[in-house]
């Protein structure tokens, strides 16, 4: 028999527990040993989780218990979790995590403190789909060209509603709180950081790029409003919040942001609080994988493959390689992305604007390659949406400082990278 202990017994937590008891026949069989939830750790002691097992409000205990064969970490947060996996590994017993930010700050110290000893963290990246075993087990044969992703439900059910609704963001933003998708500060969601940390451990995972967080682009839903979801439909394109790492010639792009999509791609078609995360190898080609990106038991379902993995006697390699991956590909700094972009520029109404505009885009070699010009609420002035071919992020960066500096231009720009 395998005993597991769960630090953090919440939503997730519980589901674990409930599902360990629940479906334990056919845990038993797959594993080939009895797994059983013994201790979980709470902060209130007072709350009732639902679940028949001592609860204690000493994490410590649990990990030290001599009853706990395996720990699993739901609690979230960096460094208190830190300490306490850690503290697991060094006495040798096998962790599972699903937290992403964790990983996304300490993945690198946790596999070397790990050493042979397993840490898994299938549930860290997209809730119940098996994408982390996908990377480092099922396309271990492929140097990976790309990875784009819906990583975060919360952003996706949100932009869904404002794209089939014409919803209001502050409302949809409301809804998805109670609806239990977002994380307790709403802005770790929306904001992009959420889909970042997982961007960054699928980066381990598929090109050995150690970064942080503030090593990449990370932005977020916030400026986007039911004017760029039209006008992305006239340009035949969807938005949405994806994570994208991709190999090009000069090394590895990793950004997270709101991007246009062609309307007719898969992953325009996940809507809602799924999860989706497509992934070009090489020799496979493109594979894509779906599901749901958070809830209890879906995320508990991924937690369990994990602990399933460590009875049969997996021990890792934790991020999928045991030798230098893809040596020399290295991290492009944000000025040096290139991609396509779309922007809305509010514009006074008169001759000699379109011009001024288009000639400092040229200046910054950027060519336009479709343009729109709309009337705005305001008679003097017109709105004008356009999208260019591809150009260095530095240029587009500078183009919309000499832009916002043109008296005719309002300062309000919006800028959306296109992805096809
Ligand atoms: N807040 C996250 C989401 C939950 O909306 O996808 C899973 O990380």
Redesign the pocket.
């Known amino acids: 028999m395998v005993k597991v202990g769960i630090l953090g017994v919440g939503t997730v937590g519980a589901s674990v527990a409930k599902i360990l008891l629940e479906n334990a026949d056919i845990i038993e069989a797959r594993a080939g040993k009895k797994i059983v939830p013994v201790l979980g750790a709470v902060k209130d002691l007072s709350k009732d989780r639902g679940v028949p097992i001592p609860l204690t409000d000493d994490p410590v205990e649990v990990i030290e218990s001599a009853d706990v064969d395996i720990v699993v970490e739901l609690m979230g947060g960096v460094e208190e979790p830190y300490a306490l996996v850690k503290k697991a590994l060094e006495a040798g017993k096998p962790v599972v995590t699903a937290n992403?930010a964790l990983l996304a700050y300490h993945r690198y110290e946790l596999q070397e403190i790990a050493g042979n000893t397993p840490l898994f963290y299938e549930a860290s990246v997209?809730?119940g789909i098996p994408i982390i075993g996908a990377l480092r087990n099922g396309l271990s044969a492929n140097h990976i060209e790309s990875i784009k992703g819906i990583?975060?439900?919360?952003?996706?059910?949100m932009l869904t509603k404002m794209i089939q609704e014409g919803a209001d963001y502050d409302e949809v933003l409301k809804e998805?709180q109670e609806l239990g998708?977002?994380?307790a500060d709403p802005t770790?969601?929306v904001g992009g950081f959420?889909?970042a940390h997982?961007l960054l451990i699928l980066g381990s995972i598929a090109y050995g790029i150690d970064a942080k967080p503030e090593d990449i682009v990370i932005e977020g839903i916030e400026e986007i409003s039911q004017t760029d979801v039209e006008f992305a439909r006239e340009f035949g394109y969807e938005i949405k919040l994806l994570g994208i790492a991709k190999k090009v010639e000069t090394g590895v792009e990793m950004r997270v942001h709101a991007t246009m999509i062609p309307a007719s791609s898969m992953i325009a078609k996940v809507d809602g609080?799924m999860?989706a995360v497509s992934v070009v190898g090489d020799r496979v080609g493109e594979t894509m994988f779906y599901g749901p990106?958070?809830g209890g038991d879906a995320?508990a379902s991924a937690v369990i493959a994990d602990i399933v993995e460590i009875v049969r006697g997996n021990t890792g390699p934790m991020l999928g390689y045991k030798k230098g991956l893809e040596s020399g590909l290295r991290l492009l700094a944000p000025d040096e992305i290139e991609t396509q972009y779309y922007l809305k520029l509010k514009v006074l109404d008169r001759p000699g604007v379109l011009s001024a505009v288009s000639r400092v885009l040229g200046e910054h070699s950027i060519s336009i390659e479709s343009l729109l010009q709309k009337p705005s609420r305001l008679a003097d002035r017109v709105r004008l949406l356009l999208t260019t071919h591809r150009c260095s992020e530095r240029e587009m960066r500078q183009a919309l400082q000499a832009l916002k500096a043109l008296d005719a231009v309002d300062e309000s720009i919006t800028m959306i990278r296109i992805e096809k």
């Not at 990583?151 to 059910?157: D, F, K, L």
């Open positions: 992403k997209a809730g990583m975060n439900g919360t952003c996706n059910y998805a998708y977002a994380e770790f969601d959420d889909a997982k609080v999860n990106g958070a995320t």
